[in-house]
């Protein structure tokens, strides 16, 4: 079986964060069952050649080209990617876009509507109810149809499930599955030396508040002295606004910031970590918190965060409302049997479900009941 996975955007910052994560997981699963899965994505910002590769995986890179001044991710594409996207998806016998309303995943996919493929749509929580003009047009001309002809609609939660039937705006195709997201299997880190070592690692985005966790810092450095603040993510606006914030509050020396983290370097910075920190509101499913559930980091997140849930039943985490009380909820978990409870749960979590394995195998299931 050949499948074919779609994914807007791979840089050498994974500037498009979750999707080229998941893309990668899913496909190296996949591997090992035996299917021949490849991914097809736009790249930019790579010194010479684009590479033949996504962080080990196969794949065809088109070179970036904005055509729309603007709108982010929705603004590039590639004329040589459009003009083969029927060939592309002729080639394989599954086609999975990893969707978002730009000019990358949705040609793919209407090209593998039009050549009878059997899609699998997955939208990563991209995919919701807007009132933007270029949002509703894309809608229009192109999103619905995808939703309600795609042989498969994957989805993380209900709320997202609740968000698609929205964007519809009609009766339930009845394709609907949900799929979690899943990550590798870790040893448990053990409970890491020195100073406490608070690790926020996400692009730095105003929805993701990389200012809420500097804020934290002085109320947590009044009982840890020598804590470290480390920041870890590329900038898309926010790290002079959280850098200045720190000067302001005058905890700069505690606050450290690593730029973007390789693939292969996040769980080792994650194994030095006692508490991970993602302020960030609306926030559909992160591979941040399932990457340090694997290794057994507890997390602080908000309940918009599409695992709150999860951490708040099994005491792998916390679950913060307010900004004002993140420095609390930090402190809980720096405490050292409340830490080690929170790490032992949220590693047999990430293990019981959140399992790649596991999702691995539902998803190739589900790739065989299609052809």
């Avoid at 993380?156 to 519809?168: A, F, I, N, P, Q």
Wanted: hydrophobic content about 45%; some cysteine; glycine content about 10%.
């Amino acid at each position: 079986m050949r499948a074919l996975h779609a994914v807007t955007l791979h840089t050498p910052t994974q500037s498009f964060g979750g999707p080229v994560r998941v893309a990668v997981n899913l496909t190296t699963g996949l591997a090992a069952r035996g299917v021949d899965s490849r991914i097809v994505a736009l790249g930019s910002g790579f010194d010479g050649p684009l590479p033949t590769d996504v962080d080990g995986r196969p794949a065809r890179l088109y070179p970036a080209r904005r055509v729309l001044p603007g709108a982010g991710f929705s603004g590039i594409t590639s004329p040589a990617l459009l003009a083969g996207a029927r060939r592309l998806v002729r080639d394989a016998d599954v086609v999975h876009v990893h969707l978002a309303r730009d000019l990358v995943t949705l040609p793919l996919a209407l090209a593998a509507l039009g050549a009878r493929r059997p899609l699998v749509v997955q939208t990563h929580g991209m995919v919701d109810p807007s009132d933007k003009a270029l949002a509703k047009l894309l809608d229009l001309l192109a999103v619905r149809r995808v939703l309600r002809r795609a042989s498969a609609v994957l989805h993380l939660t209900s709320y997202e499930r609740k968000g698609l039937d929205s964007v519809l705006g009609g009766p339930d195709p009845g394709n609907g599955v949900r799929l979690v997201n899943g990550v590798p299997a870790q040893d448990r880190r053990p409970h890491p030396p020195g100073p406490p070592r608070l690790l926020y690692l996400a692009r730095m985005h105003a929805r993701k508040r990389p200012a809420d966790f500097v804020a934290a810092a002085p109320e947590v450095l009044r009982r840890h002295p020598d804590a470290r603040f480390v920041l870890a993510g590329a900038d898309e606006g926010e790290l002079g606004t959280a850098l200045k914030l720190a000067g302001e509050l005058g905890v700069a020396a505690s606050v450290d910031y690593l730029g973007t983290l390789a693939p292969g370097a996040v769980l080792d910075e994650l194994r030095r970590t006692h508490v991970h920190v993602l302020p960030s509101v609306d926030e559909p499913f992160p591979m941040s918190v399932l990457e340090a559930l694997s290794v057994g980091v507890p997390s602080v997140v908000t309940p918009t965060n599409g695992l709150a849930d999860d951490l708040a039943r099994t005491g792998a985490g916390r679950v913060c409302p307010d900004p004002r009380h993140l420095a609390g909820q930090i402190l809980d978990l720096l405490d050292a049997d409340t830490g080690e409870r929170a790490s032992k749960a949220a590693w047999e979590l990430s293990r019981t479900s959140f399992s790649l394995d596991a999702v691995t195998d539902r998803l190739h299931t589900l790739y065989q009941s299609l052809r």
